[in-house]
């Protein structure tokens, strides 16, 4: 089993940074992280990911601004936002692919004022 624990989100302005954390119960070891966001009315869609072996993969829209990252030593996972958006507000989401099964981080609210 793994747990996430969310964090870093807040309301920012238009062209400012987050940076989000998501904090896991266990190493990275044959594991997938991804970000994924919903904002409302809209389904949950990918954001970001990292693979076990630590490549990286991005959904069009933020590539160029967001960066995800990994520390294998306190197992935890960065989503750097950058240049943000008013489209880019969203409850942000952490998930973890291990051993067949999926799970979710409680979330992460992200609000971008224009």
């Known amino acids: 089993q793994v747990q996430l624990v969310e964090s870093g989100g807040g309301l920012v302005q238009a062209g400012e940074s987050l940076r989000l954390s998501c904090a896991a119960s266990?190493?990275?070891?044959?594991?997938?992280i991804d970000w994924y966001r919903q904002a409302p009315g809209k389904q949950r869609g990918l954001v970001a990911g990292?693979?076990?072996?630590?490549?990286?993969y991005y959904a069009d829209s933020v590539k160029g601004r967001f960066t995800i990252s990994r520390d294998n030593a306190k197992t935890t996972v960065y989503l750097q936002m950058d240049s943000l958006k008013p489209e880019d507000t969203a409850v942000y989401y952490c998930s973890a692919r291990y051993a067949g099964r999926t799970y979710w981080g409680q979330g992460t609210q992200v609000t971008v004022s224009s």
């Open positions: 266990r190493t990275f070891v044959n594991t997938f």
């Open positions: 990292v693979t076990s072996g630590g490549s990286t």
